[in-house]
């Protein structure tokens, strides 16, 4: 059984580009979650998707959008990329959309904005 | 909405000493309460979760946390720390209807042989 990955590990892009992060849920896992970690800070939930729905939304812009397959992994798209974007972006799959499911979490993605 | 406070950004144990990271949370509703830890260039491992059955849970890797209501706090123990144990620990609160989990900023845990 293979954890959670994503990719890129690393990444830099430049003010005003755009992004789009991977990640491959566990064998399993119908939902994705993915946060944003900002250096000395604990992770800050973005969105969630279950059976390729969004299934609900933290405080983040439009410009941040995800997608799920129907393979259950994910992507994570950030528009328009702004310094303050720079952060380590986590993906975590569970088994079912519930807050009491443990969310296994893959390495994260680091992004740097220039 | 909910929230958690973890008290003290970092903390330093000798080996074989006590092991105590400090939450608190605030919340609405009945809240679910999670403890993570994080080594260097990996994501989060579970150590713990509170669900609303027993009030001490014991988690992975020697860890243990009570959920005391009156306190509003669910803080992790470990009675004697051991060198693997240093690390980053987050406190996390949810609840029932919400799927948004809200992670404290983090203790960063230094073992001293």
């Known amino acids: 059984e293979t954890g959670v990955t994503q990719s890129p590990t690393h990444l830099i892009k430049t003010r005003g580009q755009q992004v789009t992060l991977r990640c491959s849920s566990q064998?399993?896992?119908?939902?994705v979650s993915w946060y944003q970690q900002a250096l000395g800070q604990g992770p800050q939930f973005i969105f969630q998707y279950y059976r390729e729905e969004e299934n609900g939304r933290g405080n983040f812009p439009p410009r941040f959008s995800g997608l799920q397959f129907p393979n259950y992994s994910s992507e994570l798209n950030v528009n328009a990329l702004e310094l303050d974007d720079s952060a380590l972006y986590l993906c975590?799959?569970?088994?079912?959309?519930?807050?009491?499911?443990?969310?296994?979490f893959g390495p994260g993605t680091r992004l740097t904005v220039l | 909405a909910q929230s958690v406070t973890q008290l003290g950004s970092h903390v330093s144990v000798s080996e074989g000493a006590l092991v105590l990271l400090r939450c608190n949370y605030s919340?609405?509703?009945?809240?679910?309460l999670f403890w993570y830890v994080q080594y260097p260039n990996q994501g989060l491992q579970l150590l713990l979760k509170y669900t609303s059955a027993a009030t001490l849970v014991k988690g992975i890797n020697g860890f243990e946390a009570e959920f005391k209501k009156s306190e509003t706090s669910f803080h992790l123990t470990k009675p004697s720390a051991h060198m693997s144990d240093a690390a980053e620990y987050f406190c996390?609160?949810?609840?029932?209807?919400?799927?948004?989990?809200?992670f404290g900023a983090g203790t960063r845990l230094t073992v001293k042989p």
């Open positions: 996390a609160v949810s609840r029932y209807n919400n799927n948004d989990m809200r």
């Open positions: 064998s399993g896992h119908n939902t």
């Open positions: 919340s609405s509703v009945p809240p679910y």
């Open positions: 975590a799959s569970s088994l079912v959309p519930l807050p009491t499911d443990t969310q296994y």
